[in-house]
């Protein structure tokens, strides 16, 4: 639970927080589908973590996209889960490729100072 009237003028204080989302994946013709975008001027840190729960080996797999990059080797075929920890994110993005299609799981922390 959060501490609420602990406020100390002058000093940083921390943000800590989890999202998590489940999307319908499909082909989506290298054009990243956009998960979460930092419209702070805050530096975020985090952990992502993606979970493709495909069910069959045809099923689109799941690259993970941050700032606009592709991650290098961070594709999950159908039953795979993968997690990073990154700093500066300022946006989340997922690309599909395959036949039929997928839900992908996308959970991530939410790290920062102001």
Excluded: H
Aim: aromatic letters at 8%; hydrophobic letters at 40%.
């Amino acid at each position: 639970m959060a501490q609420l009237g602990s406020c100390i003028n002058n000093t940083y204080c921390c943000v800590n927080d989890a999202v998590c989302c489940t999307i319908s994946l499909e082909d989506t013709g290298g054009i990243p589908v956009t998960v979460w975008e930092d419209v702070t001027d805050f530096v975020i840190n985090g952990t992502i973590m993606i979970e493709n729960n495909g069910i069959t080996d045809t099923s689109p797999t799941a690259a993970l996209y941050v700032n606009g990059e592709a991650i290098g080797d961070f594709v999950l075929a159908a039953g795979e889960c993968r997690s990073i920890t990154l700093n500066d994110i300022n946006s989340i993005g997922i690309v599909g490729a395959g036949t039929g299609s997928s839900n992908v799981k996308v959970s991530f922390s939410i790290n920062y100072k102001f």
